[in-house]
């Protein structure tokens, strides 16, 4: 089988996080409901010039100063977003600017909620897969910012982030399986935003029954598509999409007791199998399209090293909804790779905010897009949006 999969991996937060913990105390709920019940204990909180387009530029610049790759060999650059800033103009022509790709590259934006990074990467793995990237990568960035209403049941579960995935024919960190998948499709109402709001509709309990629902049909796929192939092997490890922590421990629970185990033996594979992969998304939040590429991230940065060699099963969900089940191997030598990349430099720099900071910030968004230019502040050496011109978004750095 063709070797295809993800070669390097970028990440961008923004620079202030909230602890859930001062979230609780403010909100007058015990913080053991966050931290144990949601499995939750940060999210980042975006200014309004830390936009989805500015996250995914620094995410992908970081993925290409990190790894020494070369931007001019991009023939392909998918922007999964859920949170796009215009109703036309794709993140991908901006980004297509900022990270300095070559303009014999096809880029473009792909929405399905939190699913459209993984119809990028599935899209990359096919690309490659027909001939058609001609020894060129692809370049798939996922990046969302995760808004609720203030004081509404979603509120902990918000965040934001960018994930930068570099997709090459020589992968040096995960070796994917295409055409080897499993995937699930059915029309619910469990979260959605219409166009005139910033912040989602969720029917929370309803959509945790979703997610439920679309995992059992895509893992049964997957697992019927594995049994037709000459594809075999245990799974070393298992990441899920990741709204809040809590949710990867109820799939794992529910995936693993359709593998046949009791609710107990299945439990009881958790800690191995999934906690490491939970540690990047517990600092950040549900980043939407980047919350099972996060996971990934954490899990590789922890044991990328110890993993060499073995299987480890992706569940992507997006609600509305569809999921996608399939897996890949980590390439001997990803330890070293892994380490290189420094995937936790971002999560280490940055600022605790009040939870009087944090609503400051929420309440610029109701003109945060219309703002002109020089009311944004902007990092040295990092792009951020300046501001608004002529009805034209302006980015700098
Ligand atoms: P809620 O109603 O506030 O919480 O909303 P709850 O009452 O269900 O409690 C949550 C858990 O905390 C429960 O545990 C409680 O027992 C426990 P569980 O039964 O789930 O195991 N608990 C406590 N634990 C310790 N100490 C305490 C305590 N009190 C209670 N004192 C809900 C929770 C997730 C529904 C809400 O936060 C929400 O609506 N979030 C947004 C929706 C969401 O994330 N859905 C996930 C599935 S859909 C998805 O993943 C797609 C998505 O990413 C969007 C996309 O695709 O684009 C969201």
Known sequence: MTQIGIDAIGISVPHAYLDLADLAQARGVPPSKYVEGLGVRRMAVAAPWEDAVALAANASRRLFATTGADPGQVGLCVVGTETAVDHSKPIAAWLHRLVGLPQRARSYEAKHACFGGTAGLLTA?????????????????????????????????????A??????????????????????????????????????????????????????????????????????????????????????????????????????????????????????????????????????????????AALEGQRIGLFSYGSGCVAEYFAGRVVSGAGSVAAQLRLDAPLASRRRCTVSEYESIRALDADADSRPLGQHEARDGEVAFAGVEGERRIYVG
Request: hydrophobic residues 40%; proline residues 4%; glycine residues 8%.
């Open 125 to 161: 793995m096919d690309w490659i897969a027909s001939g058609s990237a001609h020894e060129r990568t692809a370049l798939v960035v996922c990046t969302d910012i995760a808004r609720y209403p203030l004081r509404s049941a979603g509120e902990p579960t918000q965040g934001a982030g």
């Open 163 to 304: 994930v930068a995935l570099l997709v090459s024919a020589r992968p040096r960190l995960l070796a994917l399986e295409p055409g080897l998948s499993g995937s699930y499709t059915a029309e619910v109402n469990d979260f959605w935003r219409p166009l005139h709001r910033k912040d989602a509709v969720v029917d929370g309990h309803h959509s945790v029954a979703c997610y439920l629902d679309a995992l059992g049909g895509a893992y049964m796929a997957w697992k019927d598509a594995c049994a037709a192939s000459d594809v075999h092997g245990d799974l070393g490890r298992r990441i899920y999409h990741v709204p809040y922590g809590k949710m990867a421990r109820k799939a794992h629970r529910h995936s693993r007791m359709l593998d046949g185990l009791a609710e107990t033996e299945a439990d009881a594979t958790f800690a191995r199998e999934v906690a490491t992969s939970l540690a990047f998304p517990a600092e950040v939040g549900n980043v939407y399209t980047g919350s099972l590429y996060l996971a990934l991230a954490s899990l590789l940065h922890h044991e990328a």
